[in-house]
């Protein structure tokens, strides 16, 4: 989708976060799942990490990635209803969710890591959002809300 040829072997892309396969047009192996929009909320409840590591930051990350699609020419809305407290940091460096609404999936997501951003809502600019859960401390709970959002170019974010 947004990737771009490997270097050493044009048969295979190098793809974004949130993005898998051979072309970049898969969701990338291992936690999470695909989910369908509809026009109702949907809630996605993802928990990630270990709840015995304690608050020292691991180098390695536990990834979820998840992919919400509606059909083609619809728009996703997503909001984030709650995130696990005490984490929270500019950035978002030990744990968060990241949202990728934007039109170029090549560039890094919204990303989201504080109980303060419950009600952020953002629509995308395509049929797939790519959604990525992270973590390299102990273990934090985002819940979020889906649904197939507006068809026009209103508002992105709100």
């Not at 919204?110 to 395509?126: I, K, M, N, Q, W």
């Given at each position: 989708m947004d990737g771009f040829p490997h270097p050493r072997d044009c048969s295979?892309?190098?793809?974004?976060?949130?993005?898998?396969?051979?072309?970049?047009?898969?969701?990338?192996?291992?936690?999470?799942r695909v989910l369908k929009a509809t026009g109702?909320?949907?809630t996605l409840t993802d928990v990630i990490g270990d709840r015995y590591a304690g608050?020292?930051?691991?180098?390695?990350?536990?990834l979820c990635n998840y992919w919400i699609e509606a059909?083609?020419?619809?728009?996703?809305?997503?909001?984030?209803?709650?995130?696990?407290?005490?984490v929270a940091n500019d950035g978002c460096p030990y744990a968060g969710v990241e949202i990728k609404?934007?039109?170029?999936h090549k560039l890094t997501g919204y990303r989201l890591c504080a109980p303060e951003d419950?009600?952020?809502?953002?629509?995308?600019?395509?049929?797939?959002?790519?959604?990525?859960?992270y973590n390299r401390m102990y273990e934090t709970q985002t819940?979020?809300?889906?649904?197939?959002?507006?068809?026009?170019?209103?508002?992105?974010?709100?």
């Amino acid at each position: 989708m947004d990737g771009f040829p490997h270097p050493r072997d044009c048969s295979r892309c190098i793809c974004p976060s949130g993005f898998g396969g051979r072309l970049c047009d898969e969701r990338p192996p291992g936690c999470g799942r695909v989910l369908k929009a509809t026009g109702d909320y949907q809630t996605l409840t993802d928990v990630i990490g270990d709840r015995y590591a304690g608050t020292r930051a691991r180098e390695d990350f536990k990834l979820c990635n998840y992919w919400i699609e509606a059909p083609r020419g619809s728009r996703i809305e997503v909001k984030m209803v709650s995130f696990t407290a005490g984490v929270a940091n500019d950035g978002c460096p030990y744990a968060g969710v990241e949202i990728k609404t934007q039109r170029d999936h090549k560039l890094t997501g919204y990303r989201l890591c504080a109980p303060e951003d419950a009600g952020v809502t953002f629509v995308s600019h395509s049929h797939i959002v790519p959604i990525v859960t992270y973590n390299r401390m102990y273990e934090t709970q985002t819940v979020l809300q889906y649904r197939i959002g507006m068809r026009s170019s209103e508002n992105h974010f709100r």
